[in-house]
Structure formats: C-alpha cells, structure tokens
C-alpha cells in the first residue's frame, strides 16, 4: 500500500549556530559628523553658486569651492559606509 502524505518524515527547521560576537556599535560622534559634513558642503556649494562673487575668501578661491564642497559631501558618504 502507499505512504500517504502525512506519513512522510518532516524536514527539522533549520536553526542557525549561535553566535558569540556581540553587535558593532558605532561612535557617538559618527552619525553628527557624518550630517555635518554633508550638510556643510552642500551649504559651501549653494553659497558659492547664489552669493560666492559677494563674499570675499569665495571670490578668490573661485573653483576651488566646488572642491571644498564635493570634499565636504564624499567624507560624509566616506563616513556613512562606517555607521552600523
């Protein structure tokens, strides 16, 4: 006669090992830095582009802003790929 369904051997649930290493944490200080700089720099790019010939250190930096800002936004994202 044949086995029903019911009758089969039911598959064990598999249940990861535990593991003892204990959950990165950031620093403190990662995450304000992290916004910080991101925000400085878009701010450093929008002031350059709306006022940068009335502001006297931005007159002689001409493009130069624009690497002081990108430089603000890639150590955010540099920052960002380190927050856990």
Same mark, same amino acid.
């Given at each position: 006669?044949?086995?029903?369904?019911?009758?089969? %051997? %039911? %598959?064990?649930?598999?249940?990861?090992?535990?593991?003892?290493? %204990?959950?990165?944490?950031?620093?403190? @200080?990662?995450?304000?830095?992290?916004?910080?700089?991101?925000?400085?720099?878009?701010? @450093?790019?929008?002031?350059?582009?709306?006022?940068?010939?009335?502001?006297?250190?931005?007159?002689?930096?001409?493009? @130069?802003?624009?690497?002081?800002?990108?430089?603000? /936004? /890639?150590?955010?994202? /540099?920052?960002?790929?380190? @927050?856990?």
């Amino acid at each position: 006669m044949p086995k029903s369904r019911n009758d089969r %051997k %039911k %598959k064990a649930v598999y249940t990861p090992p535990p593991t003892s290493e %204990k959950p990165k944490i950031s620093p403190r @200080w990662l995450a304000p830095a992290m916004v910080a700089f991101g925000v400085l720099g878009i701010l @450093w790019i929008g002031v350059y582009y709306l006022a940068g010939g009335m502001v006297p250190y931005m007159r002689d930096l001409e493009d @130069w802003n624009l690497a002081i800002g990108f430089g603000g /936004i /890639i150590i955010a994202v /540099i920052l960002s790929t380190r @927050w856990h």
